[in-house]
């Protein structure tokens, strides 16, 4: 559970911000609103849903490492969020009288933000803010009611299904509290503080060290191979080889997490695999973190490994006697090695790097020519150890106590005990495939209170989703479900809903939004700025699941995976005014 003292300062806001509601609650309307959400739900349970949106909307908006050193005095005792000020202000949320002033609440925020961060619009982050918090509210069966009338007699009539959703908020908060305790959380304010030239080479990577990292138990033999690599041979490179889902990014972000390391997370999907990608963001990082005097980046930074081997001299030369100098590299099998002559090695990584220099590199078991006459060690997660097989069960008796799957426990009459090891020999030993699984047992998905039913191994899984969701109704499957998906499956990077409607070639945009939802768990979705409007792209979740698709009959038989990717690159080339950046 999140920090009491975090929940604690939550808790205080909340009730600040409800008397200021309450006292904002004029007018018929807004009153009678107000006196069913008192008498349907009670002063307490009121109260701790406004607590856990609160909450809710501080993680959605810490969606960036800029955010991550924006967010920190929010959570503070006497942050911003406990003035009355501000209470007022986000008090008319709940009462709809009218819109928040941003102007107060930005004033309060950045005078609480130590030492001051450059080149921050605090209106527009408070904007953001009070979006996210609007959103929350709206999401708990508390507040619903005020928002829709309607909704008052559709909400469930006892209070444990609205303490389930008040749980699982609190639940998902537990990983940013997590996060602003991390070494990385000391490497965003650097990164903050650092001139921009130098942050817009960085990508950002919160999203995904949130996301991997959020359960994250076992790996203890991993880790301590990887300090006593580092003590024995002083640097080099330490290779984690696994099977696709086996946990090797996420390994990657607890790395990045605890350290606050530089780092780079190649993905095909995400369009973020070039070699000057890679040599460009660890080189901006390591100015950041170790404080390098560079205002911006030498012109040649992305065209060859000289920059990054000079910076990465430069920054052990800062270091402690017995330190090292970490960089995480994951998934360099994704790497885009389609520029490279023969022998050269993906992402331009250095051959040798300095003395005292660990770069831990994760891959799956592909031939990869990465670095010859250098110290390295390589550490294989095989499915069937008794090391993977002990992190399995020790992440299922984790998430059998979730809300959630509590009360799917308890609906199905199911033995937690024979759960777990079922579920742990289902899986085959493979963390992505209990990615997928759970959640399917919690919506109910499958009403069984043991496990002979689920399909063995990750790959038996995606076949059999495949095929549940292709026989509902395969006219519509062929006509414009299955070319969304291989759109995705080969979109060079995330795309938005106008784009993907355009290489899917299914004009009906509702139909294509409607397939995003339908296959949302096996989808990665991000926001960004396209001219000056906040646009959702999508891209394939996971690796795995991108092969798995291009290995389908269906798809290699029925579908011209080339004149696909040709269409793609066609309209990219020709400046659609679709092109997301």
């Given at each position: 559970m999140p920090d009491p003292l975090v929940v604690s300062a939550l808790g205080i806001a909340a009730a600040k911000i409800l008397d200021a509601?309450?006292?904002?609650?004029?007018?018929?309307v807004s009153s009678a609103a107000w006196d069913r959400l008192w008498s349907r739900f009670g002063p307490d349970q009121v109260g701790r849903a406004l607590r856990a949106a609160l909450g809710d909307a501080v993680k959605r908006y810490a969606s960036s490492t800029d955010r991550v050193v924006l967010v920190a005095p929010l959570l503070a005792r006497r942050g911003p969020l406990?003035?009355?000020?501000?209470?007022?202000?986000?008090?008319?949320?709940?009462?709809?009288?009218?819109?928040?002033?941003?102007?107060?609440?930005?004033?309060?925020?950045?005078?609480?933000?130590?030492?001051?961060?450059?080149?921050v619009d605090f209106e527009h982050e408070a904007a953001v803010l009070v979006a996210s918090f609007r959103d929350a509210v709206r999401n708990t069966d508390s507040f619903a009611p005020r928002f829709d009338s309607a909704a008052l007699d559709s909400i469930a009539d006892s209070t444990s299904a609205a303490a389930l959703v008040l749980e699982e908020m609190e639940e998902r908060f537990t990983a940013l509290v997590e996060l602003l305790a991390s070494g990385f959380a000391t490497a965003s304010r650097h990164v903050a503080s650092a001139g921009a030239e130098i942050r817009e080479h960085i990508r950002d990577a919160t999203s995904i060290i949130e996301d991997k990292t959020r359960d994250f138990v076992g790996r203890s033999m991993v880790f301590a191979a990887i300090?006593?690599?580092?003590?024995?041979?002083?640097?080099?490179?330490?290779?984690?080889?696994?099977?696709?889902?086996?946990?090797?990014?996420?390994?990657?972000?607890?790395?990045?997490?605890?350290?606050?390391?530089?780092?780079?997370?190649?993905?095909?999907?995400?369009?973020?695999?070039?070699?000057?990608?890679?040599?460009?963001?660890?080189?901006?990082?390591?100015?950041?973190?170790?404080?390098?005097?560079?205002?911006?980046?030498?012109?040649?930074?992305?065209?060859?490994?000289?920059?990054?081997?000079?910076?990465?001299?430069?920054?052990?030369?800062?270091?402690?006697?017995?330190?090292?100098?970490?960089v995480v590299v994951d998934a360099l099998d994704e790497a885009d090695s389609s520029q490279l002559r023969p022998g050269q090695n993906p992402l331009f990584l250095p051959e040798k790097p300095p003395t005292g220099v660990v770069i831990v590199v994760t891959m799956q078991n592909v031939p990869l020519h990465v670095t010859r006459d250098v110290p390295s060690r390589t550490l294989v997660l095989e499915p069937g150890s008794q090391s993977n097989q002990d992190d399995i069960r020790e992440y299922l008796e984790r998430v059998f106590?979730?809300?959630?799957?509590?009360?799917?426990?308890e609906s199905v009459g199911g033995d937690v005990a024979a759960m777990i090891?079922?579920?742990?020999?289902?899986?085959?030993?493979?963390?992505?495939?209990?990615?997928?699984?759970?959640?399917?047992?919690?919506?109910?998905?499958y009403q069984i209170g043991d496990v002979d039913e689920l399909p063995n191994g990750l790959v038996n899984y995606y076949r059999s989703h495949w095929h549940r969701m292709r026989g509902v109704d395969e006219a519509a499957w062929f006509a414009y479900?299955?070319?969304?998906?291989?759109?995705?499956?080969?979109?060079?990077?995330?795309?938005?809903?106008?784009?993907?409607?355009?290489?899917?070639?299914?004009?009906?945009?509702?139909?294509?939004?409607?397939?995003v939802e339908e296959w949302r768990a096996f989808l990665h979705d991000d926001v960004v700025e396209l001219d000056g409007v906040p646009t959702k792209r999508f891209s394939i979740y996971h690796r795995s699941f991108q092969q798995f698709i291009e290995s389908l009959d269906e798809v290699a038989d029925g579908v011209d995976r080339m004149a696909a990717m040709r269409r793609m690159t066609a309209i990219l080339l020709a400046g659609s005014p679709f092109v997301d950046p």
């Amino acid at each position: 559970m999140p920090d009491p003292l975090v929940v604690s300062a939550l808790g205080i806001a909340a009730a600040k911000i409800l008397d200021a509601a309450t006292s904002q609650a004029t007018g018929a309307v807004s009153s009678a609103a107000w006196d069913r959400l008192w008498s349907r739900f009670g002063p307490d349970q009121v109260g701790r849903a406004l607590r856990a949106a609160l909450g809710d909307a501080v993680k959605r908006y810490a969606s960036s490492t800029d955010r991550v050193v924006l967010v920190a005095p929010l959570l503070a005792r006497r942050g911003p969020l406990r003035e009355t000020s501000v209470a007022a202000e986000l008090g008319q949320v709940l009462t709809a009288n009218r819109d928040p002033d941003l102007g107060i609440i930005a004033a309060a925020w950045a005078a609480s933000v130590e030492p001051p961060v450059a080149d921050v619009d605090f209106e527009h982050e408070a904007a953001v803010l009070v979006a996210s918090f609007r959103d929350a509210v709206r999401n708990t069966d508390s507040f619903a009611p005020r928002f829709d009338s309607a909704a008052l007699d559709s909400i469930a009539d006892s209070t444990s299904a609205a303490a389930l959703v008040l749980e699982e908020m609190e639940e998902r908060f537990t990983a940013l509290v997590e996060l602003l305790a991390s070494g990385f959380a000391t490497a965003s304010r650097h990164v903050a503080s650092a001139g921009a030239e130098i942050r817009e080479h960085i990508r950002d990577a919160t999203s995904i060290i949130e996301d991997k990292t959020r359960d994250f138990v076992g790996r203890s033999m991993v880790f301590a191979a990887i300090d006593d690599f580092g003590r024995q041979e002083g640097g080099g490179y330490f290779f984690v080889r696994g099977d696709p889902g086996i946990g090797k990014s996420s390994i990657a972000a607890e790395l990045v997490q605890r350290n606050g390391c530089a780092h780079h997370f190649n993905s095909r999907a995400g369009g973020v695999s070039p070699p000057r990608a890679f040599l460009e963001n660890v080189s901006a990082q390591l100015v950041a973190l170790h404080g390098l005097p560079y205002e911006r980046l030498p012109e040649r930074a992305g065209q060859d490994v000289g920059t990054l081997m000079e910076l990465l001299t430069q920054a052990t030369r800062r270091l402690a006697p017995d330190d090292r100098l970490l960089v995480v590299v994951d998934a360099l099998d994704e790497a885009d090695s389609s520029q490279l002559r023969p022998g050269q090695n993906p992402l331009f990584l250095p051959e040798k790097p300095p003395t005292g220099v660990v770069i831990v590199v994760t891959m799956q078991n592909v031939p990869l020519h990465v670095t010859r006459d250098v110290p390295s060690r390589t550490l294989v997660l095989e499915p069937g150890s008794q090391s993977n097989q002990d992190d399995i069960r020790e992440y299922l008796e984790r998430v059998f106590r979730r809300a959630r799957m509590r009360a799917y426990i308890e609906s199905v009459g199911g033995d937690v005990a024979a759960m777990i090891e079922g579920l742990a020999a289902r899986s085959a030993g493979n963390f992505m495939y209990l990615h997928h699984v759970l959640p399917e047992l919690e919506k109910g998905t499958y009403q069984i209170g043991d496990v002979d039913e689920l399909p063995n191994g990750l790959v038996n899984y995606y076949r059999s989703h495949w095929h549940r969701m292709r026989g509902v109704d395969e006219a519509a499957w062929f006509a414009y479900k299955q070319p969304v998906l291989l759109a995705l499956s080969v979109a060079p990077r995330p795309i938005s809903l106008d784009l993907l409607c355009r290489f899917a070639q299914v004009d009906d945009r509702r139909r294509v939004q409607a397939v995003v939802e339908e296959w949302r768990a096996f989808l990665h979705d991000d926001v960004v700025e396209l001219d000056g409007v906040p646009t959702k792209r999508f891209s394939i979740y996971h690796r795995s699941f991108q092969q798995f698709i291009e290995s389908l009959d269906e798809v290699a038989d029925g579908v011209d995976r080339m004149a696909a990717m040709r269409r793609m690159t066609a309209i990219l080339l020709a400046g659609s005014p679709f092109v997301d950046p």
